[in-house]
C-alpha cells in the first residue's frame, strides 16, 4: 500500500481565486467545476474563482466551494500525476471531500449534501447564541476541567482536537468566554475567539445533525476504493454501511485530527499531500509529526512541485 495520504481541507481553507488556475489550465478542472455548477443549479464556479468573499464566508456556499475546489484539485493530481494514496482523510467538511475521493459518494451528491449539511448547521443555533474558540498550550485533562468549570448549565465542549496543544472549544457564546477568562486566569494566555458563524462540533449541533440523517436518506453510498480515516474515531474505516452513520454523529462530536494522522504514521504513512485550498492541515500535519513530509496541491506551481 502507497505511503502516502491525501488530506482535504475543511472550512476556513476558502479564498476567493481558489481553483481558477487549474479549471483555466486543465479540462478536468473545468468539467469538475461545471458538473458542481449543474448540481447546484447555480454559479458556485463564479463565487469561487471571483467571490465576493462575504458570500463565500456564508456556510452554505463555502463547504460546497471547497469541497469543489478539492475534488477539482485531486482529478488533476491523478491525471497529470503518477501519485497513489493509501489512505485518505478530511477535516471535519474535508471528510465529505475524502468519500468523494474514495469513490463513495459522487460529486454531485457531496456538494448538495453539504450545501444542505452548512444550512442546517448555520440553522441549528440563532446567530450570536454560539460561539468559538482556540486554546493554544493546553492538555486535554485540563481543558475538560476547564469547560467544566465555564458551563455553569451551558454546553461548552472541545470541538477540534488540531494538534498538540491546539484545541478549539464550541458552546453556547456566554459559557465559551468563560472558559476563556478561566484559561488565562490559569496562566494559557493564548485564548481567543474564532471568527465562525456558528458553534460547530458539540450538542449545540444536534438539530443539524438530525435533519443530516434525512438528507443522507437520499444519498447512494457506493464501496470504498480507500480507506477513509474518520474524525470521530480517529481510524479507517472501508464500510459503506457505516458512512452516514459516522457523518451523522460528526457534526456534533469533535473532530479527532491529531489521533487521526498519528493514526495513519503508526499505519505506515510517510507522506501528506494536502489537496485542495490553502496549507491549514500541511501545518497541523507537521506539529503532530516531525517524522512525515507534507506537500499540497491547490494551484499550478504546487503541481509543478509535486512532480
Partial sequence: MSKTAFVFPGQGSQYPGMGKELAENFKVARETFAEADDALGFHLSRLCFEGPEEDLKLTANTQPAILTTSIAALRVVRSETPLV????????????????????????????????????????????????AAILGVETDVLAAICAEAAQGEVVSPANFNSPGQIVIAGHAGAVNRAIEIAKAKGFRKAM????????????????????ARTLEGVAILPLDLPVVTNVEAEPNTEPGR?????????????????SVQRMVALGVESFVEIGPGKVLSGLVKRISKEVGTRNVEDVATLKALE
Fill in 85 to 132: 494514496a493509501g489512505y485518505l482523510a478530511g477535516h471535519s467538511l474535508g471528510e465529505y471531500s475524502a468519500l468523494v475521493a474514495a469513490g463513495a459518494v459522487t460529486l454531485a451528491d457531496a456538494v448538495r449534501t453539504v450545501r444542505a449539511r452548512g444550512t442546517f448547521m448555520q440553522e441549528a443555533v440563532p446567530v450570536g447564541t454560539g460561539a468559538m
Fill in 193 to 212: 475567539l474564532l471568527p465562525v458563524s456558528a458553534p460547530f462540533h458539540c450538542t449545540l449541533m444536534t438539530p443539524a445533525a438530525e435533519r443530516l
Fill in 243 to 259: 458512512v452516514k452513520e459516522l457523518l451523522v454523529k460528526q457534526v456534533c462530536a469533535p473532530v479527532r485530527w491529531d489521533e
